[in-house]
């Protein structure tokens, strides 16, 4: 454990920025962009820098970092954040996708555009609050905190119907996550702390309370803020319309980080501090884990809107991390938060390169392109190479994670991963359906006829995504090394034999 | 010994990564030049390795552990290089004919759009198939497997702004996708049960496991891994995606689609045959489906106008045949056709890309003939392709396809109704390439008779590339239509760098066989003995026995071998008879034929059935039930049922729908404020 204050720049520099901004000058808009790109690039840096820190613990099992003080006496409120191999890679992402997002919505934020960008480095800082809280009431302030500029940038500088998108998202989130609160203040009532190191030992000491119904009940309370949040079938429709009124930039961050939101939730809380529950209901959690990932592809396959498919294959990618936390297997639990990573960038990169098309055309609608690849030949090239990391070809980052989870998922059940595997089929469906209707084949649309190809600002977006897809399929190590032995912590505690001993504790 | 084996399929990498990146830029010259120039180094890297690895005399493989991949718990996958007699087989197969195709894509891409593009993915197949014969392990194996298939996809579809390309390389992309998914099961079974997916550590467990132990698990493994390879090698029921596939540049088609990815299946179940030699049922499978794949596309075969349309069937007919020999347990002999197949093949799909070339894009043989004289060297090239494709003796397709027959017949696990289905093929075959060599080259030229080509079945070559060609990728095209639009009095040769591959190739269908001469012909068969290290490895007694033949009883090899090649002269003579002696005959038998040859022009409607059965009612379900129905109907429904019922008891919500952005907003902050302060106050009770 190495006490830090690394953790807490981290989290703060995108808000402490976000002030800064607010007091630039009204109508300074390139200023306005400048700073937020800079300070996103800051960000990106110190948190990167992080993992290459000398003297780390990320290969070795504990909290590699953490920062612990008292802040509310009563209720007993911890300032307590950690950073371990699953917590810092998520940091990571986040620095990693919002500067990008900064990029893309240069030109196309020219409304209140301070705002904007005040919003979106608020949101940096909560959703990097969310994934390093090791407080529960921490963890829930930032959670909450996420919705409130999420909500905004969707229903200030979204489409056409985005209150309804916005309404709906927030209501959605907002409602599941009082099912959450629930159990985070009854734990608070018997163990007197809201601190997950101190709840975790204590559920351990309490078989009765964990394997008991009262640890069903904790359980449940959890799994349903998390299943809204990243989705699970069926609770997913409200996805598909949040993305496709967001902004580029909302978009991206809601499927790159606010989905893991959930993932990370179900790892870290529901399995971390339930294990027993979460193995008694892991069947049907697979099984909607499983839909999820074949009905969001056969749904994503016949979308006509290009965004939507993309929101729908999220449902269907998602789906994976899903299983592969369920299934309880070190494969199948490293590459679903592998799988995380990965979404976040293929799945991000699909967004900004949706969004440059809409940027263009002012549409979604698949039927209005084709033969782009005349036109756009530079742009079409990304475009493939993304959908090839987001369909798993292997030496890209989406086979990494999708191949861990299937084979833990095989190991765990051969049907889980037979059915899973599936998948592999499934994307190939509609993603290379999409890319034959918008890329291949004749420029029949005039409106297309004269768009021009990716600009030097576009390919500075798409660079560092196709390079991150290259190098997270190439050398997944990087990650894995690091994400492993937070893993195995985890995957200790849901051991069956361990199960086994406290279902007996319980019954006596 | 240190080999570098890496650099084998690195090298394609960094010529794909030069063109593809820089290679817009660059001057056609160069682009050539460093296409030509890595193959070359890799190839060149090849045949050194070779050597220093047959001279080291090792008997077991040649390991490269370069990297760790993945690592997870006690799994772990490796980047490794495994050199054998098997890969180094397909090693230099690959990178040889890989060099030759390369050469003559020079010549016959030079005035398309595309030209660097062309090249990258041509480089880029290179170092995926490379690295799939050099695979230490199955992951990685499976890494060249869908990289192979990645490179097929964007070379099929390298036209891509016509829909027919564009959807084929779809076509090919997602069948070949059904067959990874089992091969990935039958990965997943090796993990469950062995932990490792390294060739030695896998082959070497069940190399220890006592004679008919645990045969249910490995005929399942070896069941998944077929899937994989009949997607790959394009086997019934997953053939469908190849004969599309000429969608592609004629070049990509004698590479890619005939020479070298579409035997990845057959090289697979032959690095594999440790865990298909313990399960004799699946081997009876493979040896069916090859069986029955040979002559099923033999039959389409007969009847096809496209010329490279019947080189298409053929080669998944010939595919089926080493699958055949695959699952007789002669692997070798699998391995001595693959070899002999990669050389005729290719020759005979660069000759047809020859004619192609020489007519201006016609492809249809019906308006073809009598181009013996025009392009002689075509023609002679074209000849020693189809003598060796027909088995005729002393050519390299002789001995291999005899192998496989006498195989099939002999071998433990063949039979006489394999033997006879190989015999009946091996006659149609002769028959259909007999076919195309009459109307291709003999006769009178019927090119000026049809003035309304059908669109379909003709590649769009240079000259017609220049109308339909978008801005950017016909650009080129356009200058060179003049040189090209010329009718029947412009049929011209090739150009050298297109001819010299011709004429090496079909210098190597010839003497390529002369390697595996059997005994029983008074050769010594040595490519058997070559690779008989590879399959007499973690062999068990009782299940080496198919590997020694020489029955004492029943017909011999000398008399199944005579069988054989009067099956090929009775398909020759029919050819000669119907297409050449008596041209009126072939229209008449195909109104005799009626309602057969019906079903024969329309490839058995299995295009049309799968349409119907798969695709059609999965994209209706999808769209009618699972969204229009379950996504938007119920659960939507519900939810914003109940959404419009709290909507109606609350004012303020109905207040948030004034439209107003900025109440709305300070309502949401409000409404999230009221939370915080309701949880603080919980916290603090």
């Given amino acids: 454990m190495t006490p830090t204050a690394i953790i807490s720049i981290v989290t703060f520099l995108p808000l402490a920025g976000g002030i800064i901004l607010l007091a630039l000058p009204r109508g300074a808009e390139n200023a306005v962009r400048r700073w937020a790109l800079f300070v996103t690039v800051l960000e990106f840096f110190a948190a990167a820098h992080i993992a290459f820190m000398p003297g780390h613990h990320f290969s070795m099992s504990g909290w590699a970092m953490e920062e612990n003080y008292a802040w509310i006496s009563t209720p007993a409120i911890r300032y307590h954040v950690v950073l371990d191999g699953i917590s810092l890679w998520l940091v990571i992402l986040t620095a990693f996708l919002t500067p990008l997002c900064v990029l893309i919505s240069w030109r196309s934020v020219h409304d209140r555009v301070k705002e904007f960008f005040f919003l979106l480095l608020v949101l940096e800082t909560a959703l990097t609050g969310v994934f390093v809280a090791f407080d529960l009431f921490l963890f829930y302030f930032f959670w909450e905190a996420t919705l409130i500029p999420m909500a905004l940038l969707i229903g200030m500088y979204g489409h056409g119907r985005r209150i309804y998108a916005s309404v709906k998202f927030f209501l959605y989130t907002a409602v599941a996550s009082v099912f959450m609160l629930v159990a985070i203040l009854w734990l608070y009532a018997h163990t007197g702390s809201f601190d997950f190191t101190v709840i975790q030992p204590w559920l351990r000491s309490h078989p009765e309370v964990a394997a008991g119904n009262a640890g069903l009940w904790l359980f449940l309370g959890f799994f349903i803020a998390f299943a809204v949040k990243v989705p699970i079938f069926p609770l997913h429709t409200w996805l598909p319309d949040a993305h496709v009124e967001a902004p580029t930039a909302g978009s991206v961050l809601l499927a790159g980080v606010l989905l893991k939101m959930g993932t990370y939730g179900l790892l870290r809380f529901c399995v971390g501090l339930f294990p027993e529950a979460a193995r008694a209901q892991a069947g049907w959690i697979n099984v909607l884990a499983i839909i999820g990932i074949i009905y969001g592809a056969l749904v994503a396959m016949v979308q006509p809107s290009l965004k939507k498919l993309v929101a729908y294959s999220s449902v269907s990618h998602l789906g994976f991390v899903v299983l592969g936390i369920f299934t309880f297997t070190a494969a199948g639990t490293a590459g679903a938060v592998y799988q995380m990573l990965n979404h976040g960038v293929s799945t991000g990169a699909l967004f900004i390169l949706v969004g440059m098309l809409y940027e263009r055309r002012h549409t979604f609608e698949i039927s209005e392109f084709g033969g782009l690849a005349s036109r756009m030949p530079v742009y079409a090239a990304f475009f493939v190479f993304i959908t090839l990391s987001s369909i798993g070809l292997p030496l890209l980052n989406g086979f990494v994670g999708e191949f861990l989870v299937l084979s833990g998922a095989f190991r765990d059940r051969a049907i889980y991963g037979i059915l899973g595997a599936s998948g592999v089929i499934w994307s190939a469906c509609y993603m290379l359906w999409m890319v034959q209707r918008v890329f291949y084949g004749e420029n029949r649309n005039p409106a297309n006829a004269l768009l021009p190809d990716a600009s030097a600002r576009e390919k500075l977006t798409l660079w560092p995504l196709s390079a991150m897809a290259l190098i997270m399929g190439v050398a997944p190590m990087i990650w894995l090394s690091s994400i492993n032995p937070p893993v195995e912590q985890i995957l200790k505690n849901v051991a069956p034999a361990s199960h086994m001993a406290y279902v007996a504790g319980g019954q006596k | ?587 008449r038998a195909r109104q005799r034929l009626g309602e057969l040859y019906r079903v024969l022009d329309h490839k058995y409607w299995i295009d049309e059935i799968y349409g119907a059965v798969f695709v059609r009612p999965l994209i209706g379900l999808s769209r009618a039930v699972l969204w229009r129905g379950v996504d938007a109907g119920v659960i939507d429904g519900t939810v914003n049922g109940s959404a419009t019922a709290a909507r109606e008891l609350s004012d303020s919500v109905r207040h948030m729908q004034s439209g107003n952005i900025r109440s709305y907003a300070g309502w949401v902050a409000a409404g999230a404020a009221c939370v915080l302060v309701y949880m603080i106050w919980l916290g603090m009770r």
């Fill in chain 2, 1 to 587: 010994m240190n080999l570098h084996l890496v650099a084998i399929p690195l090298l394609p990498l960094a010529g794909a990564a030069i063109n593809g990146l820089l290679g817009k830029r660059f001057p056609r010259t160069l682009v050539a030049t460093v296409a030509l120039a890595f193959t070359a180094a890799s190839f060149l890297w090849a045949v050194w390795a070779a050597i220093q690895f047959a001279d080291g005399g090792a008997a077991g493989p040649y390991i490269e552990h370069f990297a760790t991949w993945m690592q997870i718990g006690n799994f772990q996958a490796e980047y490794g290089f495994y050199l054998d007699h098997l890969s180094m087989v397909m090693m230099l197969i690959v990178t040889g004919v890989g060099f030759l195709i390369h050469v003559y894509s020079v010549g016959y891409m030079w005035e398309e759009g595309g030209f660097y593009r062309f090249f990258c993915y041509l480089n880029l197949f290179m170092f995926f198939m490379l690295t799939l014969v050099l695979a230490s392990n199955y992951l990685q194996l499976f890494v060249g497997w869908e990289g192979v298939g990645l490179a097929s996809y964007l070379l099929i579809g390298f036209f891509f702004w016509r829909d027919s390309a564009a959807a084929a390389g779809k076509k090919a992309f997602i069948v070949n996708r059904i067959g990874d998914f089992t091969f990935l099961i039958g990965l997943f079974l090796l993990i469950k049960h062995f932990g490792t997916l390294d060739f030695a550590s896998v082959f070497s467990k069940i190399g220890v496991l006592p004679t008919g132990e645990a045969t249910g698990l490995l005929t399942a493994i070896a069941l998944m891994l077929l899937g994989g390879a009949c997607g790959k090698s394009a086997q019934l029921p997953l053939y469908v995606w190849l004969p599309d596939a000429m969608e592609g540049p004629t070049p990509v088609s004698a590479l890619i689609h005939a020479a070298t990815m579409v035997t990845a299946g057959v090289y697979m179940i032959a690095r594999s045959h440790a865990i298909f030699d313990r399960a004799p049922m699946a081997l009876l499978v493979v040896a069916i489906i090859g069986c029955a794949t040979a002559l099923f596309a033999a039959t389409i075969g007969l009847v096809q106008h496209d010329i490279k349309r019947v080189l298409a069937y053929s080669t998944v007919s010939q595919l089926g045949y080493m699958v055949l020999a695959c699952g007789v347990a002669a692997y070798s002999a699998a391995l001595f056709h693959l070899m002999t197949h990669a050389f005729f093949k290719a020759l005979l799909f660069l000759g047809a890309g020859s004619v192609i070339h020489a007519l201006g894009g016609e492809q249809d043989m019906r308006r073809m003939g009598g181009l013996r004289k025009k392009i002689p060297w075509t023609f002679w090239s074209m000849t020693f392709a189809t003598l060796a494709i027909a088995g005729a003796p002393p050519f390299a397709g002789f001995f291999s396809k005899d192998e496989i027959l006498w195989r099939a017949f002999s071998s433990a696990h063949g039979s006489w109704v394999f033997w006879l289905i190989g015999l009946i093929t091996a006659g149609l075959t002769s028959f259909y390439m007999f076919r195309l060599w009459f109307l291709t080259f003999f006769g009178d030229f019927r090119g000026a008779q049809h003035e309304e080509p059908e669109a379909s079945g003709r590649e769009r070559h240079a000259s017609d590339a220049a109308s339909a060609a978008p801005p950017g990728h016909g650009a080129h095209g356009a200058s060179a239509a003049g040189g090209h639009g010329h009718g029947h009095d412009g049929v011209h040769e090739s150009p050298p760098i297109m001819l010299v591959p011709l004429v090496i190739l079909a210098i190597l269908s010839l003497v390529g066989g002369w390697v595996g001469i059997p005994a029983v012909l008074g050769g010594g068969n040595h490519f058997e003995k070559f690779l008989a290290p590879v399959f007499e490895a973690y062999a068990t007694a009782g299940e080496t026995a198919p590997a020694s033949p020489a029955e004492p009883s029943g017909p011999s090899e000398m008399s199944l071998s005579l069988a054989a090649t009067g099956a090929a002269l009775v398909g020759f003579l029919l050819a000669w008879w119907m297409y050449h002696r008596r041209p009126e005959l072939h229209v």
